[in-house]
C-alpha cells in the first residue's frame, strides 16, 4: 500500500488488522556537521512499529511521533511501518524527513484569548549556549525570550502584548523562530484563524 493511506483509501473498507507499509528511497542530501535528520509521521490509527533498514527505531500509538535517524541513512534506504489497526485505520497525513539542527521548536499552540494572541511550544535537542525564540504575528514580533533547549523539552509560552493589529483578516499570518546567534535554527510558519469574537 502506498504510504501514508488509511486501509479505505487504499481499497479495504472492511480491512481490520495488521499491514506493512514498505517504501524505498536515497538521500544524497550532504549534511553540515551539526546537522541531523529526523522521520516524521503526522499520524497513525492505531499503533506502528517502525524499521529503517534494519533497525528497530520504536513503537508508537496514534498522533504525531518521530525518530532522529542520521546515523541510519544510506544513499538508498528502506522503511517499513507495520501497523495495527480497526477498519478506519492506517497512517495518515504525512510521513517526511526533515533536517534539523541539533535543537528545534515542537508541540507548538496557539489560541485567541481577548483580542491577544497566546502561543506555547517547547524547545528540544541541545545547544551549547541559550537560544533566542521569537514570536511573530502578520510580521510583527510579539513575544522574545532566550531558552536552553533540553532533551525531553524545554516550555516557552507568551501572551502577546499587541492587540490584534488586522481585526478584519480572515487569517493571521504566525511565526516562531528558534535563533543561535546569528543562524535561524527552526522556523514554525502557519496561517490562523482570526479570532471570532461573540456578538453582545
Not at 536515497?26 to 553540515?32: R, T, Y
Not at 511521533?65 to 546515523?71: D, H, N, Q, R, S
Not at 511501518?81 to 528545534?104: H, K, M, N, Q, S
Not at 511565526?175 to 490562523?192: A, C, E, H, M
Request: one cysteine or more; glycine letters at 10%.
Amino acid at each position: 500500500m502506498t504510504m501514508p493511506r488509511r486501509w479505505a483509501e487504499g481499497g479495504w473498507p472492511d480491512f481490520a488488522g495488521r499491514a506493512r507499509f514498505r517504501r524505498h528511497f536515497s538521500f544524497p542530501a550532504q549534511l553540515d556537521a551539526h546537522e541531523r535528520v529526523w522521520l516524521t509521521f503526522e499520524g497513525v490509527h492505531v499503533s506502528a512499529d517502525v524499521t529503517l533498514n534494519g533497525a528497530a527505531l520504536g513503537h508508537s500509538a496514534n498522533g504525531p511521533f518521530e525518530f532522529e535517524v542520521t546515523a541510519l541513512l544510506h544513499s538508498r534506504n528502506e522503511l517499513l511501518v507495520e501497523v495495527e489497526g480497526p477498519t478506519d485505520g492506517g497512517l495518515w497525513g504525512e510521513v517526511a524527513l526533515e533536517i534539523r539542527c541539533p535543537a528545534f521548536l515542537r508541540d507548538i499552540v496557539s489560541h485567541w484569548e481577548n483580542g491577544r494572541l497566546r502561543v506555547s511550544g517547547v524547545a528540544a535537542g541541545c545547544a551549547e549556549r541559550l537560544l533566542e525564540w521569537y514570536v511573530l504575528l502578520d510580521g510583527s514580533t510579539v513575544g522574545y525570550g532566550t531558552i536552553e533547549p533540553t532533551a525531553a523539552g524545554t516550555p516557552f509560552a507568551v501572551l502577546a502584548d499587541e492587540k490584534s493589529a488586522k481585526p478584519d483578516a480572515e487569517e493571521r499570518h504566525l511565526r516562531v523562530d528558534l535563533v543561535n546567534g546569528g543562524s535561524l535554527w527552526y522556523q514554525f510558519d502557519k496561517l490562523i484563524p482570526r479570532e471570532r469574537r461573540q456578538e453582545a
